[in-house]
């Protein structure tokens, strides 16, 4: 997969004067250019386009201005004008004003897409993309955007963020509507919501699925975390709402939204109640009472935790117009999400499953139904490390987690510039003083996994955590393949189990 398209078929010509429409107090200089495409890096400039003078944390885009213009810049948004030979667009902040610049730049195409936003800390890939298959279910051509890929009906490109910079985001909402896409779901970060990158978009629904402590090392404090996403429930950003109210935050941003609100999940108060919850290694099964009625929806992703992103895929597709049939066939039908709950069955009689769950109450949720969908006498092993460069705070709650698990393998998520050491040391900081179990430490992940999966027996269950889809992991500064799926086949291959079907067993060293 390719990084999302950077240009378009024919382009359209926007002229500044446009531009300058858009955003209150904008103010010209030089002629009245028009311009086929825009970006905020001046690497990707080309031809006729617009540059965003971005000032980030680390640099000034106004610094790269020069280089955008050798690179066929027509003209310039800026904060303050500069001495180049090239008109520029002066506004108080281009945080601000390059979101509702880029969608008039490609002439405001998600206003004629039906647009679904999901935020919250967990929940949002899986939600998203149970929504595209109900979707895709009632003929409509979709879209995704989300931390795993772009999608366009089957075209697929990898995302470099889970929810793009303005400029890019407008540019695949206009290849949406080349590419006749009539719906999408997208996942929307409070990296976003905080830096503005979907301002000028209003979601025909948005959709929050739960919060727990991350990014603090971002945004500071819980609150301003909370802060950030709730920005997605006022009428700047969305018609209407579906809140899950299974946590304190969801309770209180139902109580704060002013656009129509229907509040969902287990929770008693909820509007749309999730009343039963089946889960096993076939799925998830759910009955929502709701508008609808008592609505059974399922979903082939294992683990309970899914039941709310079930709930929210099938409201969501209903506020969009989809009928209650297709959504329900839609998301039942949504094949494998990468890296969430995806099983690894080369028909070992244990079950390998390789998950993203990267805060502790979502480890602790996937520890818990490992331990549903043992087998008899079965045991729950779980391969798990905390990323390098963020959220240290979370390591000793995720190793106090992990130890609910029989036996716990600490080893590397995706240390970065961090000594792998120090992490795990800072996770087996929360496991000191609980009941003994087995902690095992290996620091090289690949062999975390085999080592796991040479231990599992009949029944067990082998959970590997924290990458999910990921293909490459960053360590000591490099960049280095490795993908959780393909290590647990080798290491179940390694072990003599040769494939999916019942009837191969362990291949045996001599023929029979
Ligand atoms: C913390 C954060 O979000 N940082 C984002 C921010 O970076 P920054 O402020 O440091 O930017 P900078 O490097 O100082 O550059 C300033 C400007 O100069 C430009 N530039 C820079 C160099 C050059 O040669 N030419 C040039 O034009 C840059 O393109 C940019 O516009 O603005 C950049 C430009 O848009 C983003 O790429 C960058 O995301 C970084 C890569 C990132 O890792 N972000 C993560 C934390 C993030 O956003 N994650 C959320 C999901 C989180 C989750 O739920 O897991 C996401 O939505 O992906
Ligand atoms: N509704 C939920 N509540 C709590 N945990 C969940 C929920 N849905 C999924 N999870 C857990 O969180 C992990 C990440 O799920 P998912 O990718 O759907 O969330 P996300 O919000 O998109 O996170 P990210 O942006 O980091 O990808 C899953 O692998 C699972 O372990």
């Known amino acids: 997969m390719a990084r999302p398209p950077a240009r378009l078929g024919s382009p359209r010509h926007v002229r500044l004067s446009e531009l300058a429409a858009v955003w209150t107090g904008a103010e010209r200089s030089g002629a009245d250019v028009a311009v086929v495409d825009c970006t905020h890096d001046s690497r990707q400039v080309r031809p006729g386009w617009l540059f965003c003078a971005l000032p980030g944390a680390h640099y000034d885009g106004h610094d790269f201005a020069d280089a955008a213009v050798r690179a066929g810049a027509r003209a310039l948004l800026v904060q303050r004008f500069l001495d180049l030979d090239v008109p520029q667009l002066r506004v108080p902040s281009v945080r601000w004003a390059m979101g509702p610049v880029a969608a008039a730049v490609h002439g405001r195409p998600a206003e004629r897409l039906s647009l679904a936003g999901v935020t919250g800390t967990n929940g949002k890939t899986t939600t998203s993309y149970l929504l595209q298959a109900a979707f895709e279910a009632y003929g409509w051509r979709a879209g995704l955007l989300g931390t795993v890929e772009t999608r366009i009906g089957r075209q697929r490109w990898t995302s470099p963020l889970t929810t793009l910079e303005a400029p890019d985001l407008q540019r695949v909402f206009a290849r949406m509507r080349k590419d006749g896409v009539r719906a999408a779901a997208m996942e929307v970060s409070s990296h976003a919501l905080d830096q503005h990158r979907v301002g000028g978009i209003v979601y025909d629904v948005a959709v929050f699925t739960n919060l727990a402590a991350e990014h603090l090392d971002y945004h500071g404090t819980i609150e301003q975390y909370y802060y950030s996403k709730s920005r997605l429930f006022t009428p700047e950003h969305c018609r209407q709402a579906l809140v899950c109210v299974d946590d304190e935050w969801g309770v209180r941003l139902a109580s704060h939204t002013t656009v129509p609100t229907v509040t969902f999940g287990r929770s008693p108060r909820a509007q749309a109640r999730i009343t039963r919850v089946v889960s096993d290694r076939r799925g998830v099964r759910i009955v929502l009472d709701c508008a609808d009625g008592a609505v059974e929806l399922s979903t082939r992703t294992v683990g309970a935790i899914n039941a709310t992103n079930l709930a929210a895929a099938y409201l969501a597709a209903r506020a969009l117009g989809v009928p209650p049939e297709a959504a329900a066939h839609g998301i039942g039908h949504c094949p494998a999400i990468p890296g969430r709950s995806e099983v690894v069955d080369l028909g070992q009689p244990f079950l390998v499953i390789v998950d993203y769950a990267h805060t502790p109450g979502a480890l602790s949720a996937q520890i818990g139904t490992a331990h549903e969908l043992t087998g008899p006498g079965g045991r729950v092993l779980v ?130």
């Open 383 to 512: 391969v798990v490390g905390c990323r390098g460069g963020r959220d240290r705070y979370k390591r000793p709650d995720a190793g106090r987690a992990a130890v609910d698990a029989d036996i716990a393998v600490f080893t590397s998520d995706s240390p970065g510039r961090e000594d792998p050491r120090a992490i795990v040391s800072a996770m087996l900081t929360g496991a000191l003083g609980l009941p003994e179990r087995t902690v095992v430490v290996e620091l090289d992940r690949a062999a975390a996994i085999h080592r796991a999966i040479a231990m599992a027996g009949p029944g067990d269950v082998v959970l590997i955590v924290g990458r999910g889809h990921e293909t490459t992991q960053h360590l000591a500064g490099h960049d280095i393949p490795l993908d959780d799926r393909k290590e647990a086949r080798a290491a179940l291959m390694a072990h003599g189990w040769a494939g999916s079907h019942p009837r191969l067993r362990r291949q045996s060293s001599v023929p029979r």
